[in-house]
T-cell receptor, first 114, second 113 residues
């Protein structure tokens, strides 16, 4: 069974540009989570999607946005990139919401903003 | 709001020695507790989890953790470390009806020969 897959693996952008990151959850999982892992800051919760809807977001500005498609895959968009957006962006999936506990993580997309 | 503290940023341990990683949490409700491991260039892998019941939890790769409610702790242990255990370890807390896991800042483990 395929795990959570993310693309691209690496992405280099310049300040002010937009970045789009993609995530495919494990088959059967309807919830997708996005986390930002910046150097020295641990994992910060970004967004949670379930059944195509944004259910909650962390303490990030509106230029961080995303969506979930009917096949439950998800896209994270970061507009007007800033240097501090450089980080590893991790996607995770779970069965129908967080109460099941375990999140399954992808290997991440490393975004570098120059 | 929930929070997780991992007091040790970096731990160095000799191969074959025991390892203990500390985790303290703050949470108003009954917590779900997790330990994840992240090898270089990889995503996070679940080592073990605690929901309820026996407070000593066994996980993969020979790891175990003990939930101590009185101390708000969920420390991770391994009796004998292997070189492949060199990685970053994250403690996380969640709960019923919560929408996300909150992670600690992580502890980097270096294993020396």
């Amino acid at each position: 069974e395929a795990g959570v897959t993310q693309s691209p693996t690496h992405l280099i952008k310049t300040r002010g540009q937009q970045a789009t990151l993609r995530c495919s959850p494990i088959s059967g999982h309807t919830s997708v989570y996005w986390y930002q892992q910046a150097l020295g800051l641990g994992l910060q919760f970004l967004l949670w999607y379930d059944e195509g809807e944004e259910r909650n977001r962390g303490n990030f500005p509106p230029r961080f946005s995303g969506r979930q498609f009917p096949n439950y895959s998800s896209e994270l968009n970061v507009n007007a990139l800033e240097l501090e957006d450089s980080a590893l962006y991790l996607c995770a999936s779970s069965l129908a919401g967080p109460n099941t506990g375990e999140l399954f993580f992808g290997e991440g997309s490393r975004l570098t903003v120059l | 709001a929930q929070s997780v503290t991992q007091p040790d940023i970096h731990i160095t341990v000799s191969e074959g020695a025991s390892l203990e990683l500390r985790c303290n949490y703050s949470y108003g409700a009954t917590p779900y507790l997790f330990w994840y491991v992240q090898s270089p260039g990889q995503g996070l892998q679940l080592l073990l989890k605690y929901f309820s019941g026996d407070t000593l939890v066994q996980g993969i790769k020979g790891f175990e953790a003990e939930f101590k409610r009185s101390q708000s702790s969920f420390n991770l242990r391994k009796p004998s470390v292997h070189w492949s255990d060199a990685a970053e370890y994250f403690c996380a807390v969640g709960a019923v009806n919560d929408y996300k896991l909150s992670f600690g800042a992580g502890t980097t483990v270096t294993v020396r020969a």
